[in-house]
């Protein structure tokens, strides 16, 4: 995963903040944090924590795949993000159902979530390309 820099000897390697689909899961995150946090205490427990949590665990899981040494490893976190993507897509439809956040809210969570799948079939991809382990 290192690139050589225009010539230099010097090497660039790949960093979590370069993955697109890291950086878009993550500051997804934080708004979601930051709204279920404005819920009654009933809303936050039952839904809101589940929101939160399944949000927060498509950036996690892109996290530790990086981290992971083998490709098999790093693609079965990457797998697992995906899958906590769709999860999201549930609860973001479950509270804009039961009126417990806005239209635009939900329609900007739902644009962030479907910019996701697309960048983290990337990244397996690349993954799966790139790595010889």
Known sequence: MAEQDGGANERK????????????????????????????????????????RSIDSISAN????????GKKDKVKFYRIARGSLFESLDWNEKAKIRQIISIDTYNYIFSELQRLPKSINSLIKYTN????I
Do not use: K, M
């Open 13 to 52: 390697f790949l960093r979590l903040a370069d993955i697109e689909c890291y950086r878009i899961s993550f500051a997804l995150s934080n708004v979601v944090w930051s709204i279920v946090l404005q819920w009654p205490p009933f809303t936050q427990h039952s839904l809101g924590s589940q929101f939160v």
């Open 129 to 132: 390309d790139h790595l010889t």
């Open 62 to 69: 892109i996290a530790e795949g990086f981290g992971r040494y």
